[in-house]
């Protein structure tokens, strides 16, 4: 069981808005201004969405976003495209080592 | 172009010892922290470690100290993951990734799909 807690699943329809949570299971996870995301499809190798809470890395679509309050950081992604299937993934710190949350399934209906 | 280039899958049987390799490039490989993830099948992320290539440093996750080694070859910018008897549980996918911070990963390998059977 991760120290870091998704929903396993979310939907949505083309176009809508949907935010995927990650929330910190225990006291010992860190500043989650240094969380992550990751999106990952099948057969791929996972691609850094978003760092530091709610930095964008260079060529990754501004309909991704992140944000964050207290123990919950979260991942809004905007205007959905069929592209945006995948699993996705948060990334927070427990001391000087990294943990990854359990896993959110993205289904664009 | 920032690259790290994985070596290929491995079918090994338990006990058998294995080390595989990710070849970076494009960047100083001296000055960034390299982490090992892994994905067993079925399953999520797994943060395993990460390793210091300047000075060769190590961090393991705990619940993976003792049951892999982390090392490099500055020589050639090459990071490797070995074990010395695996065991069917070691299964996975592996990816070594360069770190931005120490949650963020910004360059992946192709990953490396390990499979241990008898």
């Known amino acids: 069981q991760s120290a870091l807690t998704q929903p396993a699943s979310v939907s949505g329809s083309p176009g809508q808005s949907i935010t995927i949570s990650c929330s910190g299971a225990?006291?010992?996870?860190?500043?989650?201004?240094?969380v992550s995301w990751y999106q990952h499809n099948a057969g791929r190798a996972p691609k850094l969405i978003i760092y530091e809470g709610t930095e964008r890395p260079s060529g990754v679509s501004n309909r991704f976003s992140g944000s964050n309050s207290g123990n919950t950081a979260s991942l809004t992604i905007s205007g959905l495209q069929p592209e945006d299937e995948a699993d996705y993934y948060c990334c927070s710190n427990v001391g000087s080592m990294a943990v990854f949350g359990g896993g959110t399934k993205l289904t664009v209906l | 172009d920032v690259q790290l280039v994985q070596s290929g899958g491995e079918v090994k049987k338990p006990g058998e010892s294995l080390k595989i390799s990710c070849q970076a490039s494009?960047?100083?490989?001296?000055?960034?922290?390299i982490a090992w993830v892994r994905q067993m099948p079925g399953r999520g992320l797994e943060y395993m470690g990460i390793?210091?290539?300047?000075?060769?440093?190590?961090r393991y996750s705990p619940s993976l100290q003792g049951q892999v080694t982390m090392s490099v070859d500055k020589s050639i910018n090459t990071a490797y993951l070995q074990w010395s008897s695996l065991k069917a549980s070691d299964s996975a996918m592996y990816y070594c990734v360069r770190l931005l911070t120490v949650t963020a990963f910004d360059f992946w390998g192709q990953g490396t799909l390990v499979t241990v059977s008898s």
């Open positions: 390793i210091y290539p300047g000075d060769s440093e190590t």
């Open positions: 494009g960047y100083n490989f001296n000055n960034k922290w």
């Open positions: 225990s006291s010992g996870v860190g500043d989650f201004n240094l």
